[in-house]
Antibody, heavy 114, light 106 residues
Framework: QPQLEESGPGLVKPSETLSLTCTVS??????????WNWIRQSPEKGLEWIGT???????IYNPSLDSRVTLSVDSSKNQLSLSLRSVTAADTAMYYC??????WGQGTLVTVSS | DIQMTQSPSSLSASVGDRVTITCRAS??????LAWLQQKPGKAPKCLIY???TLHDGVPSKFSGSGSGTDFTLTINSLQPEDFASYYC?????????FGQGTKLDI
């Protein structure tokens, strides 16, 4: 079964770009039939789906974040990436990557603060 | 967006009890529903997908049922490790959406 591990800076300044990586083991993203999801969780909003990416390049974003988010895949490194621009305090959350709905990473906490 | 409504929001039970949590979708999602368990400070874990299929390694004390708009998660013979928060998630259409959660405590 796949294992996923999120990583990235725990603190981001307002108006800057949040960049996270999800490293996958136990599955090859480049040959996987699965879609990969990013989800975040905060006390204020609960669980919120950010978007979905496939190694083919197909992406689908939550309309609430569409203008600020980019998801991508690096098959050579077996990694997923998330980029969220112009962050505010409302983007403070635990960020998770997941394969479909069944396999989740342990999450990484991102705080937006100056 | 499809709204997912869970009930109850919180539930108190005792070791050995059987409990049922319900989830209602604002429109038909067929069986594209997952149930997640989350313990404090931990990531959500999938218990059930496709409304009624147990995820790998999940004990059979957990069961899911339903289709369309109404779904239930049943937990038999509660043990101390089962006291956690539970969420439903629909993945029939984008954006995927989650219920607000049910906190199960002793």
């Amino acid at each position: 079964q796949p294992q996923l591990e999120e990583s990235g800076p725990g603190l981001v300044k307002p108006s800057e770009t949040l960049s996270l990586t999800c490293t996958v083991s136990g599955d090859s993203i480049g040959s996987s039939k699965y879609y990969w999801n990013w989800i975040r969780q905060s006390p204020e909003k609960g669980l919120e789906w950010i978007g979905t990416v496939h190694h083919s390049g197909n992406t689908i974003y939550n309309p609430s974040l569409d203008s600020r988010v980019t998801l991508s895949v690096d098959s050579s490194k077996n990694q997923l990436s998330l980029s969220l621009r112009s962050v505010t305090a409302a983007d403070t959350a635990m960020y998770y990557c997941a394969r479909g709905v069944r396999y989740w990473g342990q999450g990484t906490l991102v705080t937006v603060s100056s | 967006d499809i709204q997912m409504t869970q009930s109850p929001s919180s539930l108190s039970a005792s070791v050995g009890d059987r409990v049922t949590i319900t989830c209602r979708a604002s429109q038909d999602i067929n069986n594209y529903l997952a149930w997640l368990q989350q313990k404090p400070g931990k990531a959500p874990k999938c218990l059930i997908y496709s409304a009624s299929t147990l995820h790998d390694g999940v004990p059979s004390k957990f069961s899911g049922s339903g289709s369309g708009t109404d779904f239930t998660l049943t937990i038999n013979s509660l043990q101390p490790e089962d006291f956690a928060s539970y969420y439903c998630q629909q993945y029939k259409s984008y954006p995927h959406t989650f219920g607000q959660g049910t906190k199960l405590d002793i």
